[in-house]
């Protein structure tokens, strides 16, 4: 079985950076899509930005384009969202997701971390 642990979320003023990490363990994931999704309170779980298992494919909600940034390390089976020019709508508890044959789509992953929450004060 594969684990994620999401770390890095905290209090960040708007306009400011974060960077998120993602920590896999108990199976390799170098072969999954690694994808980042995030939910507000009371709203979807929606997809913010995934990366290939290669790692030379990245997609992103429309809502981060330009601003996030995903990113593997296949031999540390870790992979990472540098979240730039936050604005309080990206608000969410985010979490890390593994598998991903429609990267867009959380149906398509089968591994999930427990979430770790970024809050954007304006």
């Known amino acids: 079985q594969v684990q994620l642990v999401e770390s890095g979320g905290g209090l960040v003023q708007a306009g400011g950076s974060l960077r998120l990490s993602c920590a896999a363990s108990?199976?390799?994931?170098?072969?999954?899509?690694m994808a980042w999704f995030r939910q507000a309170p009371g709203k979807d779980r929606d997809f913010v930005a995934a990366?290939?298992?290669?790692?030379?494919?990245?997609y992103y909600a429309d809502s981060v384009r330009g601003r996030f940034a995903i990113s593997r390390d296949n031999a540390k089976n870790t992979v990472y969202l540098q979240m730039n020019s936050l604005k309080p709508e990206d608000t969410a508890v985010y979490y890390c997701?593994?598998?991903?044959?429609?990267?867009?789509?959380?149906?398509?992953?089968?591994?999930w971390g427990q979430g770790t929450q970024v809050t954007v004060s304006s």
């Open positions: 997701a593994a598998g991903g044959a429609v990267v867009t789509f959380i149906k398509a992953y089968d591994y």
């Open positions: 108990g199976r390799t994931v170098s072969r999954y899509t």
């Open positions: 990366v290939t298992w290669t790692g030379g494919n990245t």
